[in-house]
């Protein structure tokens, strides 16, 4: 991917990976706007000069409203991101745990499907263009204080393969960017192994430009959870992260 002539659209890029992939795209050459639902975040990034559009993906009528005015501001448009994203914890024991699960899903699934299918038909028109998708490591290795949160990236995996095969001819490519956890929106907190943003970005900005593009874009910090099960180390590594059970507020104590 050439990334110094493109005209890029970070969906949920007003703080942590999406705002700091929003300003390498910027510096490598590429005219990028941003997306999200923070008018504080959105102002300090239009000050930075970055295009800026409010939208909440679990809104279709938002989605589709934001849509017509990304695409007449920047008819040239040709690489979307889409990575707006919630991670709530949950207690499976405790039956209202389920808000938190329709947050989840309609947040990280939902809402991912909603901005693909927006500008898919975009891109198929001009024949060229990259939908990126953004995973996690979670969803190859749950973390199971967040089983929805692990549910929900691996549903856009899965969702992603599938994109990628019917998109197959078009000119429009689909990349998964599969982050480990990294040291921004309090990751940092609960992790002291979360990769430092800067390091991510500059791993993740090299892949994206090596020729061809990788289909997932997987930083050395994620290729342990993403060949987990491959590598047989699975089991032990989900049963060492469900120590983290005990964060839980019903299960201290």
């Not at 490598?28 to 959105?42: D, E, F, I, M, W």
């Not at 990280?108 to 939908?131: C, E, Q, S, W």
């Not at 956890?181 to 970005?201: C, R, S, W, Y």
Request: proline share 6%; with cysteine; glycine share 10%.
């Amino acid at each position: 991917m050439d990334l110094s002539n493109r005209t890029v659209l970070v969906v949920g890029g007003t703080s942590g990976i999406g705002r700091e992939l929003a300003r390498r795209f910027a510096a490598a050459g590429s005219t990028v706007a941003v997306a999200g639902r923070n008018p504080q975040a959105l102002s300090e990034l239009a000050g930075e000069g970055f295009g800026t559009f409010g939208v909440d993906v679990t809104d279709n009528c938002s989605v589709v409203s934001f849509r017509d005015d990304a695409l007449a501001r920047y008819p040239e448009l040709d690489t979307v991101v889409t990575m707006s994203g919630v991670m709530l914890l949950e207690d499976l024991r405790d039956p209202a745990h389920f808000a938190a699960t329709e947050t989840t899903i309609d947040t990280n699934l939902l809402g991912t499907v909603r901005v693909v299918d927006a500008f898919t038909p975009h891109l198929i028109r001009r024949g060229a263009g990259t939908l990126i998708t953004v995973t996690s490591g979670i969803a190859f290795l749950p973390f199971p204080p967040m089983p929805s949160y692990a549910a929900s990236k691996a549903a856009v995996h899965a969702y992603s393969e599938a994109l990628r095969a019917q998109l197959d001819g078009t000119g429009v490519g689909v990349v998964e960017l599969v982050p480990p956890a990294v040291a921004t929106a309090g990751q940092e907190k609960v992790n002291p192994h979360a990769l430092p943003l800067d390091d991510f970005a500059t791993e993740v900005m090299h892949l994206l430009s090596e020729d061809p593009t990788p289909r997932e874009i997987l930083v050395k910090g994620v290729l342990m959870h993403r060949w987990a099960e491959r590598d047989g180390t699975y089991d032990g590594l989900v049963a060492q992260r469900s120590q983290a059970l005990a964060m839980l507020p019903g299960r201290q104590g």
